[in-house]
């Protein structure tokens, strides 16, 4: 069992550009998650997903975008690329909406 | 008022020692609760959960719930150095309705802990 799984582990974006942050879990689980961690501050939800094809916005969406086609996969879509969106993302799962989440190792991007 | 608040660290304790971490949440409708622990670089990891009043032991880790206090707090006992990090609560608060409830996650700031030898 990988657990969650997410890549690539670091990335720099010019402003501007694109990328997608990939989120895969291999424990079945039906509820999928996206954070943002932001240098000495707390985790912040940007997008949920409880099952394929069902997505909805946490409490920082704007700017990124998200889709769920599969129970294991979970991409994180940034169109244009701002400084405000240097931070760490890390992916979430869990089993149920009140289950214990567990994370991947993270993404640490860095817009300049 | 914060909707989950650890206590104010950065809290140090000899090797060998109990530490104690605390938490306090404001919504009484939570329902899960958890201790992470994030080492400076990593992912948060999942050390403990607990769903219902009393304490719950695993190892050297014993966490306490009192819902109508609305308190959590962690023990670690035997600290050891490799036991430094960042403990962050967590509190979970279902939301949303239907098909689309979710569990929300809320992360109280963390504590740091460091053990010294």
């Known amino acids: 069992n990988a657990g969650v799984t997410q890549t690539p582990k670091f990335r720099i974006l010019k402003i501007g550009q694109s990328m997608t942050l990939q989120c895969t879990q291999d424990?079945?689980?039906?509820?999928m998650y996206w954070y943002r961690q932001d240098p000495g501050m707390g985790l912040k939800l940007i997008y949920y997903?409880?099952?394929?094809?069902?997505?909805d916005k946490g409490e920082v969406p704007n700017g990124y975008n998200v889709s769920r086609s599969t129970t294991e996969d979970f991409p994180l879509r940034l169109e244009l690329a701002a400084p405000s969106q240097t931070s760490v993302y890390f992916c979430?799962?869990?089993?149920?909406?009140?289950?214990?989440?567990?994370f991947g190792p993270g993404t640490r991007l860095t817009v300049t | 008022q914060k909707e989950v608040e650890q206590n104010s660290g950065p809290l140090s304790v000899p090797e060998g020692a109990i530490a104690s971490l605390n938490c306090t949440y404001s919504d009484r409708g939570s329902q899960s609760f958890f201790w992470y622990r994030q080492y400076s670089g990593k992912s948060p990891e999942l050390i403990m959960f607990?769903?219902?009043?009393g304490d719950k032991e695993d190892g050297r880790f014993t966490a306490q719930l009192n819902k109508a206090s609305q308190y959590v707090s962690l023990l670690i006992r035997d600290s050891q150095p490799s036991d430094s990090a960042t403990y962050l609560c967590a509190v979970t608060m279902l939301l949303g309705a239907g098909g689309t409830s979710y569990g929300k996650l809320t992360f109280g700031q963390g504590t740091i802990l460091t053990v010294h030898p």
């Open positions: 979430a799962s869990s089993y149920g909406e009140r289950g214990e989440q567990y």
């Open positions: 607990i769903y219902s009043n």
């Open positions: 424990m079945n689980h039906n509820y």
């Open positions: 997903s409880v099952g394929a094809g069902i997505t």
